[in-house]
């Protein structure tokens, strides 16, 4: 992959999907490592769901980028809407229900 010319689409394409993941992966672990908690216990299915989330989330957002940068597309501009979006999404996500008492 490292002898590639970048030009090739698959390889930039290889690459950013590559950075992606790591970058999801890396904030799952962070996101487990930072609830600590007695390891020898699994977390309940919610909040697996909520890291798997928003480790998608940072993924889909670094992917994003990444793709924008290689066709020339990200300014300021567009990484702040990007970044936006995806900062809205989670906000939503993540709120909690108001009481029907």
């Not at 698959?10 to 992606?20: C, F, M, R, Y």
């Not at 970058?23 to 919610?46: F, K, S, T, Y």
């Not at 597309?73 to 939503?92: H, K, M, N, P, R």
């Amino acid at each position: 992959m490292l002898t590639r010319d970048p030009e090739e689409p698959w390889a930039v394409a290889v690459v950013i999907l590559g950075l992606a993941a790591a970058a999801g992966a890396g904030a799952v672990m962070l996101q487990v490592r930072r609830r600590g908690g007695d390891r020898r216990r699994r977390a309940p299915a919610p909040i697996r769901a909520v890291v798997a989330r928003r480790g998608l989330m940072v993924a889909a957002a670094v992917a994003l980028l990444l793709w924008l940068r290689a066709v020339d597309g990200l300014s300021l501009i567009t990484a702040a809407f990007v970044l936006a979006t995806f900062a809205v999404t989670e906000i939503v996500l993540s709120a909690r229900p108001a009481s029907s008492r």
